[in-house]
């Protein structure tokens, strides 16, 4: 059974706009805090957007103002919406979850590409 799956990406133009989905287990999105991740060619892997324990999101500085996380738990469903797209934001993303009140996301979705270029 296919736990956490990324939809959405593509190639986008510099200044255009991507909004990334991930479909969680029943179990996973009930349980766990989920989160998005990217890893660029070459780089370390970051966690972008992410959801405390309260439901409150944490961004990283380089997406900070660009990038909104939100969930529809209707259809356990999260999102990342993705603004003024940049080509330093060509990356693999990821969706992962963690079990509330630790650090460590231990189910990973199978990522998803992300482009941008002219």
């Known amino acids: 059974q296919v736990q956490l799956a990324e939809s959405g990406g593509g190639s986008v133009q510099p200044g255009g706009s991507l909004r990334l989905s991930c479909t969680a287990a029943?179990?996973?999105?009930?349980?766990?805090?989920l989160g998005w991740f990217r890893q660029a060619p070459g780089k370390e892997r970051e966690g972008i957007a992410t959801?405390?324990?309260?439901?409150?999101?944490s961004y990283a500085d380089s997406v900070q103002g660009r990038f909104t996380i939100s969930k529809d738990n209707a259809i356990r469903t999260l999102y990342l919406q993705m603004n003024s797209l940049q080509s330093e934001d060509t990356a693999m993303y990821y969706c992962?979850?963690?079990?509330?009140?630790?650090?460590?996301?231990?189910?990973w979705g199978q990522g998803i590409q992300v482009t941008v270029s002219s």
């Open positions: 959801l405390n324990d309260n439901g409150s999101p």
């Open positions: 992962a979850a963690r079990r509330y009140g630790t650090q460590d996301y231990n189910y």
């Open positions: 029943r179990d996973l999105y009930s349980y766990f805090c």
